[in-house]
Every structure is written in C-alpha cells, then in structure tokens.
C-alpha cells in the first residue's frame, strides 16, 4: 500500500517547456488535489476533482490544466512553463471531500 | 476570504521543552481543522479537529479546539530532536470543503 505517489521528484524546464506531473493514489479515495508550495505562502490549491469525471479550479489555477483519468490518478499539466511557476507540488487524496487529505511526496519543480 | 493564521513562525526550543502552537482562522462555513507535520518531504497528517474543547491526544501531542473564539492550539511535551518540523494547520470549509492553510510554525528542538 504505497499511499500517493508523485512523479517525477524533481524536474527542470525552460520557458516555454511543457510537461504533466502524475499522481497515483491506491487508497480507493474518490477526491484527489493538486497544490503547490512556495516559500512564505503556505500550500495553495491549484485544481480539485471531487470524484472521477468532475475536476474545479482552486485558488491558483491559472497556467495549469488537469485530467482525472480515473479514480487512481491524477495529472497535472503545465503548457507553456513559466519562472513562476517554479514550486514544489504536491498531490493529495481524501476518502470525501471532507475527509482527512493524504499527500504525496512532491514534486520539486524550476522554471528557468 | 478564507484566513488561516499561524504564530510564532518560527520557534527554536532545547530537548525536553513543552511547545504550544497556535493557529487562528477565519472561514465561512467552518466544517474542521486539520493539523500536518512537514519534515523534508510531504505533510504528514496529525489531527482533525471538529468539536470544541475534546482535546485529541497522540503520544506527546495534543489540540484542542475552540470553535467560539475560532482557534486551535498544538502542544508538544518533552519535545525531542525528532519533532523538529513545520507544523501546517489547515481549516477546512465552504460549499466544496475547501482546505485553507496557515503559513506553518517551524520548530527547530535542539539537543
């Protein structure tokens, strides 16, 4: 039982780059997260998807797209990479959306 | 907006010290509080918090929550160098239980 998993743990982009993080959860949680975390700010929510088929915008979604491709896994994806975005995310599941959020490692991000 | 305080920021404490944490919020529709530790990698969960004054207890750790004047606090007794670590509290609320962190607490428990 591995919890949530992330990948890759660490990446570097150019601007302009694209790439998707990926995230796998084995818990049979129906509610899956995506955050980022910068120094100073604390986490912040970029998308949520309540349930399989259903994804909604956070507080900082801007730049960023989401797929729930089933109810393990959950992507997130950078089009057009920028020095901003440059962040460690993380990943989280809950049984519900009110239930307790479990996360995953991370992934270390930089934009150049 | 939702509001999520966290003080002190930072905390530095020698072995064997108690701690008290503390985390202020301000949210509508206020459903619980969730306190995480984050050592180097990801946020591990400690305690969701839902009612007032039950004091939820693990080990050395407690919190309790106080719904009236909208506060929680996380104690740490006999700390030990292990318990060095930011201390995230989180409130979760709104329509779509939406979790609102605080900025964390780094502890630092020298030897």
């Known amino acids: 039982n591995a919890g949530v998993t992330q990948t890759p743990k660490f990446q570097v982009l150019k601007t302009g780059q694209s790439m998707t993080l990926q995230c796998a959860q084995d818990?049979?949680?129906?509610?899956m997260y995506w955050y980022r975390q910068d120094p100073g700010m604390g986490l912040r929510l970029i998308y949520y998807?309540?349930?399989?088929?259903?994804?909604d915008k956070g507080e900082v979604p801007n730049g960023y797209n989401v797929s729930r491709l089933n109810k393990r896994e959950f992507s997130l994806r950078l089009e057009s990479a920028a020095p901003s975005q440059t962040s460690v995310y993380f990943c989280?599941?809950?049984?519900?959306?009110?239930?307790?959020?479990?996360f995953g490692p991370g992934t270390r991000l930089t934009v150049l | 907006e939702d509001k999520v305080v966290q003080s002190p920021l930072s905390l530095v404490v020698h072995e064997g010290d108690t701690v008290t944490l503390n985390c202020s919020y301000e949210v509508t529709n206020f459903r619980s509080l969730l306190w995480y530790k984050q050592e180097k990698k990801a946020p591990t969960f400690l305690f969701m918090l839902t009612s007032s004054g039950i004091e939820k207890k693990s080990g050395r750790l407690s919190s309790i929550l106080d719904k009236k004047e909208l506060f929680s606090i996380l104690n740490i007794t006999a700390t030990q160098t292990g318990d060095s670590a930011i201390y995230l509290c989180?409130?979760?609320?709104?329509?779509?239980?939406?979790?609102?962190f605080g900025k964390g607490t780094l502890l630092t428990v020298n030897p």
């Open positions: 998807s309540a349930s399989e088929g259903t994804t």
């Open positions: 989280a599941s809950s049984r519900t959306s009110g239930d307790t959020q479990y």
């Open positions: 989180a409130v979760m609320g709104g329509s779509n239980y939406k979790l609102t």
């Open positions: 818990m049979n949680h129906n509610s």
